[in-house]
């Protein structure tokens, strides 16, 4: 069995973790492909060497360029385009569900069926990369299985859709029910 561990002690966001899969050796190109497979489109997705903080630790830092005005969607849509998308089934699986958690989490915060929930933030193109393209590297990698240091609760404010809303937002509490965190 092959385990992708992650040292999520300061966080760890989409980018962040698709980077690391690829520095350890993941194919952009397989990335790329599967997040044209599920948007309909090339996506501009580079990957470039970078040192944290200036210190020892070096690693890729990804960025995907999508443009402006890119709509946000639903859940239900974001699920049909991932099951529409030809790509191999543990990438379908694994990207579905990550959708289908947050679909839950948002809908518990907004009161509504999942499958309603509109996607702000994590409908634009730019998480459907970091998410689908997380996927396709863990399969690119043939990642059995994933596993994170507990995460770190962390405190303060972030301005979304929505306004400013406390950190972890509301939808992030209910992510971390059930995960061990610190802080």
């Known amino acids: 069995m092959r385990i992708a561990w992650f040292d999520a002690r300061s966080g760890l966001s989409g980018d962040m973790t698709l980077g690391a899969l690829l520095d350890a050796g993941a194919?952009?190109?397989a990335v790329r492909a599967a997040v044209a497979a599920v948007t309909g489109?090339?996506?501009a997705i580079e990957a470039r060497p970078c040192v944290h903080a200036g210190g020892p630790v070096r690693g890729l830092r990804v960025s995907v360029e999508t443009g402006d005005g890119e709509p946000h969607r639903t859940a239900g849509g974001i699920?049909?385009?991932?099951?529409a998308s030809g790509l191999?089934?543990?990438v379908i699986q694994r990207?579905?569900?990550?959708f289908e958690r947050l679909a839950l989490a948002e809908g518990a915060v907004h009161k509504?069926?999942?499958e309603h929930v509109h996607f702000h933030e994590v409908g634009a193109v730019?998480?459907?990369a970091d998410i689908v393209g997380v996927a396709a590297?863990?399969?690119d990698l043939r990642v059995d299985r994933v596993e994170a240091s507990p995460l770190p609760w962390t405190h303060g404010t972030v301005v979304c859709r929505h306004g400013v809303l406390p950190v972890p937002a509301p939808a992030t509490v209910e992510l971390l029910k059930g995960w061990p965190v610190f802080g």
């Open 95 to 98: 990207a579905s569900a990550v």
């Open 137 to 139: 590297a863990l399969h």
């Open 79 to 83: 699920l049909a385009s991932i099951a």
């Open 112 to 114: 509504e069926p999942p």
């Open 41 to 43: 489109r090339a996506v």
């Open 27 to 29: 194919s952009l190109d």
């Open 88 to 90: 191999p089934e543990p």
């Open 126 to 128: 730019d998480s459907i």
